[in-house]
């Protein structure tokens, strides 16, 4: 992961997990487990709504896609990351500025907000 994070700086993670998968050593992270849940039918479409600019949950987090959940070009990416991890409770954050930071929500029935600028925080609808 140490090797991925570095490409991950860098704004190229893609090359980073395919440098990183093709050496087939496995050490058991989520970048190669392409599990996605099956889309809903078009009347249970899911889409999302701000909750609130400059402001992320606190509650747990998790990163999408990484350790620090860097590499997401829009809330819309981060918003599809976050329906295809079964740990995600329906609320994220994304902050574009810092490296497109997305993380989801990973507790139940959390309510808390934490203000820090370039953060917005989002949840399912």
Request: with cysteine; proline share 3%.
């Amino acid at each position: 992961m140490n090797k991925y994070e570095k490409f991950v700086k860098k704004g190229k993670e893609a090359m980073g997990k395919e440098k990183v998968c093709k050496k087939n050593k496995c050490s058991g992270c989520d970048l190669c487990a392409e599990e996605q849940a099956p889309a809903p039918a078009p009347e249970e479409q899911l889409t999302f709504n701000k909750v609130e600019d400059n402001r992320y949950w606190d509650c747990t987090r998790k990163g999408m896609g990484n350790l620090h959940g860097f590499g997401h070009s829009s809330a819309q990416e981060c918003f599809e990351a976050t329906l295809n991890d079964p740990e995600c409770k329906g609320q994220f954050d994304y902050n574009q500025g810092y490296n497109g930071q997305c993380k989801c929500v990973t507790a139940d029935d959390c309510t808390a907000l934490r203000g820090l600028g370039g953060y917005v925080a989002y949840e399912t609808v």
